[in-house]
């Protein structure tokens, strides 16, 4: 039965019924009339201090639980601030319903105050997007923006408002169906292909599973351990994959690409058959493109077809959900195995591997007067165990932990990964906390990402948000410096960060604890104590600040030219 509401109440009602329980979001004043009916509504609302941390703090939330994340910002300004967010949730595939204030429709195209194109400016930004100006077509156009960000390839969709739906009133009946002629989403995957991809990994000597944020998207860790078994190949993870095969087991080398490890890197030169899970053939994995994996063939298997050859031929390709179609190569191999006889090209190729890993591990120097780095990051993974929830923010820590942090399971590791977005860690992390809130959030940031994203530290006490923010603190763009000092003759222009706040005074400005700690001997007992703290908590760790990210595979290079120590800069130009 119909109920005459006002478009307001509608979104509300239809985001409930999505189970929508947290919206991440500013206020103003075309979206005053939607904040008038939260008043009275059970959805929580989380006041973050700026619309682009809105965007990224939904990401958490949907990236550490697989449920869709929202944010909310007026016109003009406020839905601008969420456009680098939106790119961000598009480049990695997470689904996110932004929801923006437009001014009234007769106002459209007038130049009115805090008008702005949002339709138009988010178009490329998003997987889709809608202009709402009939109150009549909210209900369906809000359940299609859910269905659409969570179905397929996840991504972020925004639904823009005029001010007089929100105030309008209509006769609001419950939407039962979705039906989307021009939206395709293949699950299934090909029967034939499937079973061809099987009798190719029984016949590789030199198979290596490359798995990607597809797996912990699709939620198919548990698949993807039974082929990995199954096949027992060596397996390396994503950026965006990790955690989807734990650190703990016997069959993970560790992360491939411009700072993946030897033995990853290697493996993927050497393979003679690549089984790509959802991965992109990203530039930062591939290196140079015609050197990548000469010697392989490709069985790739993703959801969305537009990625399927789109940088490396497939020679069988697979389209469908890898929760689906996992478990039905699985079953083949199940089948197959018996008949197979002993496979001695795998002992040798194995026997390689492991000669590469003991090679080259990823390991590092201590010293006695100043923290390293790689030692900050190796005594979070001591204290975590590989089960916290570690968001990441973009540059130098953010390979470092990538490297040396292990992840027992997925939707533990949450980085910007396509975008690299610096700000990213600490709003992320107050997402995650939100939809975690007995989980310990650890927030890994740079001095320079972090000063993008100080005001969320309000956030964090207004809520009681108990997040670790760990500041790897090296008084450096550091990633930038790293590539001036290799690659630009060490000119070093503009990457020095100075005046970084006093944590005891800025945490304690914001209503909670912080320290600074620039002693190794000081380390482990300074971040005991703040994961123990209740609450929030502020560490400022002073690294080593000339420190470089190795492995690294420089600009152009093949993917087994690594860089394994601190070279030469002209060595780097020839």
Known sequence: MSQLMSGAKILLECLAREGVDTIFGYPGGVTLPLYDAMYDHPIRHILVRHEQNAAFAAQGYSRSTGKVGVCCATSGPGATNLVTGLVDAMMDSIPVVAL??????????????????????????TKHNYLVKNVNELPQV???????????RPGPVLVDITKDVFQGNAHYTPVTSIHLPGYKVYTEGHTGQIRRAAQMMLEAERPMIYAGGGIVLSNASEELRELVELVDAPTVCTLMGLGSLGSDHPNFISMPGMHGSYAANMGMYGTDLIIALGVRFDDRVTGRLNAFAPHARIIHVDIDPAEISKIRNADLPIVGDLKRVLPKINAVLKELLPEVGERTGLKAWWKQVREWKAEHPLRYDTAEDVIKPQHLMREIDRLTKGNAIVCSDVGQHQMWAAQLIRFNEPR?????GGLGSMGFGLPSALGAQVANPNQLVVAICGDGGFQMSIPELATL?????????????NGYLGMVRQWQELFYANRLSQVTLDGFPDPVQLAGAYGFKGRTVERPSELAEALATAFADPGPYLLNVKVAPTENVFPMVPAGGAINEMVLSPPQPAELRK
Do not use: C
């Open 412 to 416: 533990l590791w949450i980085n910007s």
């Open 461 to 473: 006490f207004n809520f009681g948000l108990p997040v670790k923010v760990i500041v790897m603190n």
């Open 100 to 125: 923006t204030g437009q001014v009234t429709a007769k106002l459209i195209g007038s130049d009115a105050f805090q008008e702005a194109d949002t339709f138009g400016i988010t178009r490329s930004a």
């Open 142 to 152: 809000i359940h299609e923006a859910f269905y659409i960000a969570a179905s397929g």
